[in-house]
């Protein structure tokens, strides 16, 4: 025995000195990936930008699960470091020319790539050729590409332009399949945000908005693309792309050749050529030339350290309770990293960036009161509307001295809604039934097994009606008005920010560079524009993350599947949005209508995800 006890001991202290091992190699391997800086750039050559993902005001850290699945997922790139590098590229003498390619373009809305896209004619004005390449042109990546001096398609691609519209999905016959009812309590005619739930179709008032407002997008668009690229006959294509595509033999790339939409017709191998002519040839390097990789320029570029005087802080994703990492809108973890620049005494004005359909109403007021806080101290705020800010996102704007948008910004959305699903229908199909006894009448309640009271339903609606009229007050009281003036452009109608300005929503037009000026003549800073971010801590968890994806390979992209892909992530977002409306707060100011949120889908911080938002998640994932 005592033989064996030795043997037995011993193979505990190798397994225990091998554990110490690994534990020593995978802690200095860590280390030496947080250490780790990005090569510098090579030193010249063509700035290659392979966007594969969206454009986003603040990228979501990146999924661990993902990463342990094998993949990486889409990226998303941080729109003004992307106008950063751009703008430094155009003066940069190593830089020879900007490559872009689209064909993994994730999109980005009109608005962010229109600062993108102004970026880009920077480049050009400064005398550098800008070349793109994709099989695929939608929407979002032609609005990018006009911006190009050279727009090349792979010879069996096409541009098919499809604007603004679509379908949504509508639930109510899966609920009502599922024994499944939506108690509805909401304020506003054109609050559609809740139709998914209780209708199967568009309702004629929530048509007519989502009508006017994609006509308001289109406009936007079709004038970024004609003043970026005024040769392309842009109308007679969009209007009949069939009669264009017979016109040219059935080939539909030279059928974007012949109406001006694209410069050139060829493959990645002869687009590749026309780089290395430009940037020097490199055998060795990927695609045949000198490259200088996107994430290094990046990185080289990154205005995260900066300390000026003018405060930036982000709100980007849906607006919850609580605290959550990057990407998501999380009301403390907002408000405390506004709190904490304003405790420094440095911050002479503040700029908060809003990229959001709204969400929680209690996290919109946390961070709006923040606002007011710097407002207290003198401190000027400017509210720059990126895509979206729209219900709760409008709500967080509020708080500021100046609001400044796009013309394509999506805003409005004043109105509030809640959503109660309860299961007696689920019950009653299973044979269970649900019973019990109550103390005063609101005992139990919401009683989501036999659905909610009249009394529990009535202090929801209530509730919803207080924070319309707390929503009201907040606006009317921004904009010199009466509660009753905003209620007649309220009702949870969703505007363009041209359309807005006009009512009286915003004050002026202008991206981010136009609200900091703003800001720093409203502080009276003279020419003053150095910024500080106000952010929350990065986790060193993502930094490792996004170091171990990495740079993919180029793959071939077949033209029609890349315009089915981009359907099929709509199909994906669209279960993602209404899972969220379920498992988030009772009442919220959200805008439902205003699209999917571009970018990672929305997540929930430190919340019980209910057993509807369960489902609808499994579904998604079908």
Same mark, same amino acid.
């Given at each position: 025995?005592?033989?064996?006890?030795?043997?037995?001991?011993?193979?505990?202290?190798?397994?225990?000195?091998?554990?110490?091992?690994?534990?020593?190699?995978?802690?200095?391997?860590?280390?030496?990936?947080?250490?780790?800086?990005?090569?510098?750039?090579?030193?010249?050559?063509?700035?290659?930008?392979?966007?594969?993902?969206?454009?986003?005001?603040?990228?979501?850290?990146?999924?661990?699960?993902?990463?342990?699945?094998?993949?990486?997922?889409?990226?998303?790139?941080?729109?003004?470091?992307?106008?950063?590098?751009?703008?430094?590229?155009?003066?940069?003498?190593?830089?020879?020319?900007?490559?872009?390619?689209?064909?993994?373009?994730?999109?980005?809305?009109?608005?962010?790539?229109?600062?993108?896209?102004?970026? @880009?004619?920077?480049?050009?004005?400064?005398?550098? /050729?800008?070349?793109?390449?994709?099989?695929?042109?939608?929407?979002?990546? &032609?609005?990018?590409?006009?911006?190009?001096?050279?727009?090349?398609?792979?010879?069996?691609?096409?541009?098919?332009?499809?604007?603004?519209?679509?379908?949504?999905? &509508?639930?109510?016959?899966?609920?009502?399949?599922?024994?499944?009812?939506?108690?509805?309590?909401?304020?506003?005619?054109?609050?559609?945000?809740?139709?998914?739930?209780?209708?199967?179709?568009?309702?004629?008032?929530?048509?007519?908005?989502?009508?006017?407002?994609?006509?308001? @997008?289109?406009?936007?668009?079709?004038?970024?693309?004609?003043?970026?690229?005024?040769?392309?006959?842009?109308?007679?294509?969009?209007?009949?792309?069939?009669?264009?595509?017979?016109?040219?033999?059935?080939?539909?790339?030279?059928?974007?050749?012949?109406?001006?939409?694209?410069?050139?017709?060829?493959?990645?191998?002869?687009?590749?050529?026309?780089?290395?002519?430009?940037?020097?040839?490199?055998?060795?390097?990927?695609?045949?030339?000198?490259?200088?990789?996107?994430?290094?320029? @990046?990185?080289?570029?990154?205005?995260?350290?900066?300390?000026?005087?003018?405060?930036?802080?982000?709100?980007?994703?849906?607006?919850?309770?609580?605290?959550?990492?990057?990407?998501?809108?999380?009301?403390?973890?907002?408000?405390?990293?506004?709190?904490?620049?304003?405790?420094?005494?440095?911050?002479?004005?503040?700029?908060?960036?809003?990229?959001?359909?709204?969400?929680?109403?209690?996290?919109?007021?946390?961070?709006?009161?923040?606002?007011?806080?710097?407002?207290?101290?003198?401190?000027?705020?400017?509210?720059?509307?990126?895509?979206?800010?729209?219900?709760?996102?409008?709500?967080?704007?509020?708080?500021?001295?100046?609001?400044?948008?796009?013309?394509?910004?999506?805003?409005?959305?004043?109105?509030?809604?809640?959503?109660?699903?309860?299961?007696?229908?689920?019950?009653?199909?299973?044979?269970?039934?649900?019973?019990?006894?109550?103390?005063?009448?609101?005992?139990?309640?919401?009683?989501?097994?036999?659905?909610?009271?009249?009394?529990?339903?009535?202090?929801?609606?209530?509730?919803?009606?207080?924070?319309?009229?707390?929503?009201?007050?907040?606006?009317?009281?921004?904009?010199?008005?009466? /509660?009753?003036?905003?209620?007649?452009?309220?009702?949870?109608?969703?505007?363009?920010?041209?359309?807005?300005?006009?009512?009286? @929503?915003?004050?002026?037009?202008?991206?981010?560079?136009?609200?900091?000026?703003?800001?720093?003549?409203?502080?009276?800073?003279?020419?003053?524009?150095?910024?500080?971010?106000?952010?929350? /801590?990065?986790?060193?968890?993502?930094?490792?993350?996004?170091?171990?994806?990495?740079?993919?390979?180029?793959?071939?992209?077949?033209?029609?599947?890349?315009?089915?892909?981009?359907?099929?992530?709509?199909?994906?977002?669209?279960?993602?949005?209404?899972?969220?409306?379920?498992?988030?707060?009772?009442?919220?100011?959200?805008?439902?209508?205003?699209?999917?949120?571009?970018?990672?889908?929305?997540?929930?911080?430190?919340?019980?995800?209910?057993?509807?938002?369960?489902?609808?998640?499994?579904?998604?994932?079908?």
């Amino acid at each position: 025995m005592r033989f064996v006890r030795g043997v037995w001991h011993l193979l505990v202290g190798v397994k225990d000195g091998l554990v110490l091992v690994f534990m020593l190699l995978f802690f200095g391997a860590l280390y030496a990936i947080l250490s780790a800086r990005p090569s510098p750039a090579v030193a010249e050559g063509v700035l290659t930008m392979d966007l594969r993902g969206p454009i986003v005001e603040q990228p979501a850290e990146a999924d661990p699960g993902a990463l342990l699945s094998g993949g990486s997922g889409p990226r998303e790139y941080a729109l003004r470091q992307l106008r950063a590098s751009l703008l430094r590229a155009k003066d940069d003498e190593r830089v020879k020319a900007v490559a872009l390619d689209l064909d993994r373009f994730g999109g980005g809305g009109v608005s962010a790539i229109g600062e993108v896209g102004e970026a @880009l004619s920077e480049v050009r004005r400064a005398g550098k /050729p800008v070349l793109v390449y994709a099989t695929a042109y939608t929407d979002d990546a &032609y609005q990018l590409a006009a911006h190009g001096s050279e727009v090349w398609l792979n010879p069996m691609g096409t541009v098919a332009i499809a604007g603004p519209g679509g379908n949504n999905l &509508y639930f109510k016959g899966l609920l009502d399949k599922l024994g499944v009812t939506a108690n509805v309590y909401r304020v506003g005619t054109y609050k559609s945000a809740v139709e998914p739930f209780v209708r199967s179709d568009m309702s004629p008032e929530a048509r007519q908005n989502a009508q006017e407002l994609a006509g308001n @997008l289109f406009e936007s668009w079709l004038q970024d693309v004609r003043q970026a690229r005024g040769k392309a006959r842009l109308e007679p294509y969009i209007r009949d792309p069939a009669a264009a595509v017979t016109a040219a033999g059935g080939d539909f790339a030279q059928a974007a050749l012949r109406s001006g939409l694209v410069d050139k017709v060829g493959s990645r191998r002869e687009f590749e050529a026309r780089l290395a002519a430009l940037g020097g040839e490199n055998k060795t390097a990927r695609g045949g030339y000198n490259r200088i990789k996107l994430e290094n320029y @990046l990185a080289a570029t990154d205005t995260s350290a900066e300390k000026g005087p003018i405060g930036v802080v982000t709100v980007a994703g849906t607006i919850v309770d609580g605290r959550a990492p990057r990407g998501t809108a999380a009301g403390d973890s907002i408000a405390e990293a506004i709190e904490k620049g304003l405790a420094s005494d440095r911050i002479k004005a503040l700029v908060v960036r809003i990229d959001s359909p709204g969400g929680s109403a209690t996290a919109s007021e946390r961070i709006r009161q923040a606002l007011l806080q710097a407002k207290a101290k003198n401190i000027p705020v400017v509210a720059s509307m990126g895509n979206v800010a729209a219900s709760g996102g409008y709500w967080v704007a509020t708080g500021a001295d100046h609001i400044m948008a796009e013309p394509s910004t999506i805003t409005g959305s004043i109105g509030v809604f809640g959503i109660l699903p309860s299961f007696q229908g689920s019950l009653e199909k299973l044979g269970i039934g649900a019973d019990g006894v109550k103390t005063t009448p609101l005992s139990g309640e919401p009683d989501l097994l036999n659905g909610p009271s009249p009394e529990a339903g009535r202090l929801v609606q209530m509730g919803v009606e207080s924070i319309y009229r707390r929503f009201l007050a907040i606006v009317a009281q921004s904009r010199g008005k009466t /509660p009753q003036q905003i209620d007649q452009i309220a009702q949870g109608r969703v505007w363009a920010g041209g359309t807005a300005r006009q009512l009286g @929503l915003v004050d002026s037009f202008g991206g981010m560079d136009a609200a900091i000026a703003k800001a720093a003549q409203l502080a009276n800073l003279g020419e003053e524009r150095k910024v500080t971010y106000l952010e929350r /801590p990065r986790s060193s968890w993502a930094a490792v993350l996004d170091m171990l994806q990495g740079e993919e390979e180029a793959e071939g992209v077949d033209a029609f599947a890349a315009i089915g892909a981009r359907h099929e992530l709509q199909l994906v977002s669209a279960m993602a949005d209404a899972r969220a409306i379920l498992t988030g707060p009772t009442v919220q100011v959200r805008c439902l209508e205003c699209g999917p949120a571009v970018g990672a889908a929305p997540r929930v911080a430190s919340q019980e995800q209910s057993l509807l938002g369960n489902l609808l998640g499994w579904l998604a994932r079908r």
